[in-house]
């Protein structure tokens, strides 16, 4: 089955390197130096949930890297020899494990580098890309199964789930494995998948990871370590504020499923868990009024914060 997924792309030329001169002639008829072509990078795909409900798992992303290498970029999935712009000539997986999918396992996502020759024509598009105007990109794949993830069946295989559904605390989406073939890449104005697209540099520079970038820009490294802290410290407040949660919710209802609750409990930001924080400590307060001997007692007491004297 063929897939096209669009995705949200940051634009900027790059510096070629020697070796990556060298991956382009391989794919050119005549030797080419570095002042006549135009190289960027393109977030092609990741392993992250769209706006389809589907995604590409690790071991997708993995296969489709080789099927990309030569693939044209073109317009709006116009397969015409007049749409090609651009061509990949290397493609990687980059892992982001600090970072967690909705599925629950590590972000990573598929990178190329694509090339195209200066010319008169494409100084327009060249133009567009620097200007941020060209800023989203599609690919063009197929795959051989759509897996359902809750119950593992192929969609239209009698599978009744419908993606985007939560089970149980779980999201409903289908996982797109089992690559067969990958068609192009597309300049196009709608992203289904956000996170993906043609990469930004920095001052003509590529950098892979934060700490690549520290070691160019070493003054931030003391605000980095601030907020690295400060992200610790909200992390967990999060934490302590979802394990609240869940045991307010078990006081309130004591037959409630403990793991249903602690899986409803992950997928909530601050204020819903506030929001539920009240509530089921109110409800937990109705449930148990002797252990809140001071709920009466002290009138200087609110009703909102009594309900925490458990």
Known sequence: MNITK??????QAERVSPEELELIN?????????????????????????????????????????????????FD???????????????QVISEPERVTQAGDPYCW????????????????IAEIDGGIKKEVSVGCA?????????????????????????????????????????EFSFVAVPAQPQAGVVKAMGGKHYETLKELLADYPRFAGEIETLKAQAELGVRALKELREDVVRLAALADPQADMKVLQRMAQHLEEPELRQL?????QKAAKSYPLQLPYTQKSQSLS???????I
């Not at 009698?158 to 990958?182: F, W």
């Open 77 to 91: 999935h116009n397969w015409s020899a007049r749409n090609q712009s651009a061509r990949i000539f290397s493609t």
């Open 143 to 183: 795959v051989k199964r759509r897996v359902c993830s809750i119950c593992g069946e192929e969609a239209g295989a009698g599978c009744g789930h419908q993606p985007g559904q939560v089970y149980d605390g779980k999201l409903c989406y289908l996982s797109l494995e089992e690559p067969a073939d990958a068609y």
């Open 6 to 11: 669009t995705a949200l792309a940051l634009q």
């Open 303 to 309: 009703q909102e914060d009594g309900a925490f004297l």
């Open 26 to 74: 391989t794919w050119s008829k005549k030797p080419l130096t570095a002042q006549e072509v135009y190289v960027f990078s393109v977030r092609l795909c990741d392993n992250e949930v769209d706006r389809d409900f589907e995604r590409f798992p690790a071991q997708t992303l993995e296969a489709l890297a080789p099927l990309f290498l030569g693939k044209s970029g073109i």
């Open 110 to 125: 598929l990178k190329a580098r694509a090339y195209m020759v200066r010319t008169d024509d494409n100084r327009g598009l």
């Open 277 to 281: 924080q009240r509530l089921y400590g």
